[in-house]
T-cell receptor, first 109, second 116 residues
Framework: GQNIDQPTEMTATEGAIVQINCTYQ??????LFWYQQHAGEAPTFLSY??LDGLEEKGRFSSFLSRSKGYSYLLLKELQMKDSASYLC??????????WGAGTKLIIKP | GAVVSQHPSRVICKSGTSVKIECRSL??????MFWYRQFPKQSLMLMAT?????????EQGVEKDKFLINHASLTLSTLTVTSAHPEDSSFYIC????????????FGPGTRLTVL
C-alpha cells in the first residue's frame, strides 16, 4: 500500500528553527510537495522537490532523499503566523497526489 | 497566476436539500480538477478526480450518486451534494491541476458546508 508518515504535532518557540520530517512508501515517485494549511483555510503551496537535495526559499527549505524515501521541511526564524498544519504529499506513478495526515505546528512565544 | 475560486465559501442548508459548489480556474485551463473533503483536525481526503468532458473517477467509499460532479468546461467543475445529511457537514476543497511541469495542484479557498 501507499503510505506517508509525518508527526502529528510539534511545538517550537518563536524565533527558533523546526524541522518537520516526512517518510513515504509509494508506487512510483514523481515529486513531493509541502503545503501549509491554516485552520479553516485551503492549503497553500510551499515547495516542490523531485531531485535529491535541498531547496531553499526564504525562511523555508525543503530536502529530499529519494533513496531513503524521506523529506523534511525546515522553518527558520519562526514567527507566530507559522502556526499551521504542514502537509506532505507525494506524486505517485499515476500522477496522483498521496497526502500525509499533516503535522500541526504550534509556535509559542 | 493560477488562481482557483470556489463558491459559495459558506453554506448552511436543511437536511434533505441539495447544495451545489462551484470551482473555477480563473486564469488557466484545468483539464483535471480534484474534489477533497476535510473533517476537523484531519487531513485532506480525495473524493473524486474530474477530467473535462468525461465522467469523474470516485475514490473508494464515495457515493457517486450522492456527490454529483460535473466538469463541463476547462475552467469550471461543480460538486452537488444531493439529499444532504448532517454527517455531510464538512470543509469541501477543490483544486485544479495546472500546466506546470510538476503537476502542481492549485487549491480553491474551500466551502464550509453545514447541514442542519
Amino acid at each position: 500500500g501507499q503510505n506517508i508518515d509525518q508527526p502529528t504535532e510539534m511545538t517550537a518557540t518563536e524565533g527558533a528553527i523546526v524541522q518537520i520530517n516526512c517518510t513515504y512508501q509509494t508506487s512510483g515517485f514523481n515529486g513531493l510537495f509541502w503545503y501549509q494549511q491554516h485552520a479553516g483555510e485551503a492549503p497553500t503551496f510551499l515547495s516542490y522537490n523531485v531531485l535529491d537535495g535541498l531547496e531553499e526559499k526564504g525562511r523555508f527549505s525543503s530536502f529530499l532523499s529519494r533513496s531513503k524515501g524521506y523529506s523534511y521541511l525546515l522553518l527558520k526564524e519562526l514567527q507566530m503566523k507559522d502556526s499551521a498544519s504542514y502537509l506532505c504529499a507525494v506524486v505517485d506513478s499515476n500522477y496522483q497526489l498521496i497526502w500525509g495526515a499533516g503535522t500541526k505546528l504550534i509556535i509559542k512565544p | 497566476g493560477a488562481v482557483v475560486s470556489q463558491h459559495p465559501s459558506r453554506v448552511i442548508c436543511k437536511s434533505g436539500t441539495s447544495v451545489k459548489i462551484e470551482c473555477r480556474s480563473l486564469d488557466f485551463q484545468a483539464t483535471t480538477m480534484f474534489w477533497y473533503r476535510q473533517f476537523p483536525k484531519q487531513s485532506l481526503m480525495l473524493m473524486a478526480t474530474s477530467n473535462e468532458g468525461s465522467k469523474a473517477t470516485y475514490e473508494q467509499g464515495v457515493e457517486k450518486d450522492k456527490f454529483l460532479i460535473n466538469h463541463a468546461s476547462l475552467t469550471l467543475s461543480t460538486l452537488t451534494v444531493t439529499s444532504a445529511h448532517p454527517e455531510d457537514s464538512s470543509f469541501y476543497i477543490c483544486s485544479a491541476r495546472g500546466d506546470t511541469d510538476y503537476n502542481e495542484q492549485f487549491f480553491g479557498p474551500g466551502t464550509r458546508l453545514t447541514v442542519l
